[in-house]
């Protein structure tokens, strides 16, 4: 088989003992032996793994601080925009998210989520993390925004990993288990939910948001005792 036709099906063969730096790669940078890869995969079709483990985040055009054109340059074992005249680096920081598992006896709050991604289906409630934030914070934060409740944050139960759109790693969702702090009343409904409740276990709404969602639920629901029917 001919060692384009490889590359072509499997993406590129790498060898990082044999490190090249070869103007038919259009990263220029690229730990890519380009003998068997086709320069294209470098950029084309984003199939270089260096420039793939940025890609996941937007990359600047400009330097955020001198307004300086950024070049593509091989920085901390990664190809990264930086500034060839003041010297920043752009570093694609994850992004933090926290969820909570809001138990109320046999009931747990879910919300359903006015905007995309999983528009019109059922999540557990949380958002993005602010810097300066801790997790605890931020989900105190998020409930009172989404629903207008107060909770104690107990445990850390899971880290799931968070994907954009088209399915690439972008950061971290953290799931916490919560309860009421006082009030049961859902009293607000936030920007980005439409819906918000509390559900028994034979309740739960079948359309959820996550594989997050779904699994925590399934879990929680694992531990509710049989109802006989017509309970
Ligand atoms: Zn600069």
Request: glycine share 8%; hydrophobic share 40%; with cysteine.
């Amino acid at each position: 088989m001919q060692p384009g036709a490889n590359s072509a099906r499997h993406g590129p063969v790498h060898h990082p003992s044999k490190h090249v730096r070869s103007p038919q790669c259009l990263t220029l940078w690229c730990a890519t032996n380009l003998k068997y890869t086709h320069p294209r995969y470098c950029l084309g079709n984003l199939q270089c793994f260096r420039y793939n483990n940025l890609s996941m985040a937007k990359r600047y055009r400009f330097c955020p601080f001198c307004a300086t054109t950024l070049v593509e340059a091989f920085r901390f074992e990664q190809v990264r925009p930086c500034c060839p005249s003041c010297g920043f680096v752009q570093f694609p920081d994850p992004k933090v998210a926290v969820i909570a598992l809001v138990i109320h006896q046999d009931h747990i709050l879910l919300v359903q989520r006015g905007v995309d991604p999983a528009k019109g289906r059922w999540a557990l409630p949380g958002g993005y993390m602010d810097a300066g934030e801790m997790p605890a914070n931020a989900l105190q934060r998020e409930l009172a925004e989404e629903v207008g409740l107060a909770v104690d944050v107990q445990d850390l139960i899971q880290i799931y990993p968070m994907n954009n759109g088209e399915g690439r790693r972008v950061g971290i969702v953290l799931a916490f288990t919560a309860s009421p702090a006082g009030d049961l009343a859902l009293d607000r409904i936030g920007d980005d939910v439409t819906d918000a409740g509390w559900f028994p276990p034979d309740a739960v709404p079948a359309d959820l948001a996550f594989e997050s969602t779904t699994t925590l639920i399934q879990a929680w629901l694992a531990q509710q005792p049989q109802r006989p029917d017509g309970d």
